[in-house]
């Protein structure tokens, strides 16, 4: 198996994302943002950070870049397909996930360990966690309030794609648990095809005991086993 992340100018947790899958035994690779394929892998990453410096809006400018061409043709094939952070931003700007990030509604950056309540895992990414578990991964964000309009949200309701939430300790979606402001406490989804899969919180850095939570490792072991590389439990 072998995995892309991908390097956009301002891109600043790419290695993490390397580190944590060559951790997993995945031969991950950087891949430039110039570059015009992403031919021969089996999961494509884009990496949080702040592409272009987050000018206009927070990836406005990185859908523009010659390799998301590639990246869109890719998904298109059905190949997994992953944002994180910055890299959920990237999807929806490129359409390849409904909605959009703005700004948090405190208007301050948030950084912190952050409950997730697991939705949904009929998909290749959380299909080896149990729904309603609530996961324990980092976010590090300033626009990561998810907004989509009305219909879109009966949509992504309807048709099991919103796949995490924001959540207390003890598991509930209050709005006291939601960092950001975003509606439903909308953590991540998945496109209608659920190869494609866009979340603000950061699992690689949820991969290794050191770090304070290992519970990210369960969205990349689920592709390791939806790819065969890994056999389930």
């Avoid at 994302?17 to 999961?43: M, N, P, Q, R």
């Avoid at 966690?129 to 991964?137: E, F, P, Q, S």
């Avoid at 496109?191 to 690689?204: C, D, K, S, T, Y």
Wanted: aromatic letters at 6%; proline letters at 4%.
């Amino acid at each position: 198996m072998k995995a892309a992340v991908i390097r956009f100018p301002g891109s600043n947790c790419d290695q993490d994302c390397v580190l944590a899958l060559s951790e997993l035994g995945i031969t991950t690779d950087f891949v430039w943002h110039k570059d015009a394929s992403v031919a021969g892998y089996d999961l494509v990453v884009l990496p949080g950070g702040f592409s272009y410096g987050d000018y206009l809006r927070c990836g406005a400018i990185a859908r523009f870049s010659p390799i998301m061409q590639a990246v869109k043709e890719y998904a298109a094939s059905g190949k997994l397909l992953v944002g994180i952070c910055n890299g959920f931003q990237i999807l929806c700007e490129a359409g390849l996930l409904p909605g959009a990030l703005i700004r948090n509604r405190s208007l301050h950056f948030v950084c912190q360990h952050q409950h997730v309540r697991v939705e949904n895992i009929a998909n290749p990414f959380l299909h080896l966690a149990r729904t309603g578990a609530a996961l324990r991964i980092p976010i590090a964000h300033g626009e990561g309030g998810y907004v989509a309009d009305a219909a879109t949200i009966r949509t992504l309701n309807r048709e099991g794609r919103i796949v995490l939430r924001y959540v207390d300790a003890g598991g509930a979606a209050t709005d006291a648990a939601n960092p950001n402001g975003s509606l439903e406490n909308i953590a991540g989804i998945v496109n209608e095809a659920r190869n494609v899969f866009g979340l603000m919180p950061h699992p690689e850095r949820a991969c290794d005991p050191r770090l304070g939570s290992t519970d990210g490792r369960i969205i990349f072991e689920s592709v390791l086993t939806t790819l065969g590389v890994l056999k389930a439990a």
